[in-house]
């Protein structure tokens, strides 16, 4: 099976910095990501992991450490928008290459 | 980039009725598509993988005889709520894999609303 663990809230003030932080437990594991929702839309990528390391990608980073079951997404220069769910999602080894969600976090940001 | 839609955005029908939500690659072709349930503050659940002329894979816990998946062709997958009740009223997105086996994205629809009443 798959665990993935994430914080439920975080609330952050415009122009600084946050990381959201997610852990995973799974059985097979071929790659991380991060998307990003807003309240009623459908999740839009964010970055993708497969091997340990940061990967950076203009305001926003994700790092993966695959022996620590780790991740987590780095957000520079918050901006009002910035504010939405954000959901770490682990893809299953396997063909099909399904994708596992965690609950994810809802970001809120200040002005 | 890779487009997906969905058909209709929201719906509503009553208790005890069928309906049919699809889910279209409009400029790639899909081998592999995905069917997710989400209700109000709570994350994707996979309810079903897709796969072109073959039967869909179901997740533990997903009625199959309930939800009706078929995968028709290379860009179109529909999703069948049969028998609908008010506990089935949330938002269902599709999801579509392209058929390049080094691809690793899913490319979301905008997701379908329905409501049961």
């Known amino acids: 099976g798959q665990n993935i663990d994430q914080p439920t809230e975080m609330t952050a003030t415009e122009g600084a910095i946050v990381q959201i932080n997610c852990t995973y437990q799974t059985s097979g594991f071929n790659g991380l990501f991060w998307y990003q929702q807003h309240a009623g839309e459908a999740p839009t990528f964010l970055s993708y992991?497969?091997?340990?390391g940061l990967e950076e990608k203009g305001r926003f980073s994700s790092f993966l450490s695959r022996s620590k079951g780790y991740s987590y997404l780095l957000l520079k220069e918050l901006q009002m928008k910035d504010s939405a769910s954000y959901l770490c999602a682990v893809r299953r080894s396997g063909s099909a290459r399904q994708l596992t969600f965690g609950s994810g976090t809802q970001l809120t940001v200040l002005p | 980039g890779a487009v997906v839609s969905q058909h209709p955005s929201w719906v509503i029908c009553k208790s005890g009725t069928s309906v049919k939500i699809e889910c279209r690659s409009l400029d790639f072709q899909a081998t592999t598509m995905f069917w997710y349930r989400q209700f109000p503050k709570q994350s994707l659940m996979l309810m079903a993988t897709s796969n072109e002329g073959s039967k869909a894979t179901y997740e533990q816990g997903v009625e199959k005889d309930k939800f009706l998946i078929n995968h028709a062709s290379l860009t179109l997958s529909t999703l069948t709520v049969t028998s609908a009740h008010p506990e089935d009223s949330s938002f269902y997105i599709c999801?579509?894999?392209?058929?390049?086996?080094?691809?690793?994205?899913?490319?979301f629809g905008p997701g379908t609303r329905l409501t049961v009443t």
């Open positions: 999801s579509a894999r392209p058929g390049d086996y080094y691809s690793y994205e899913q490319y």
């Open positions: 992991n497969v091997l340990d």
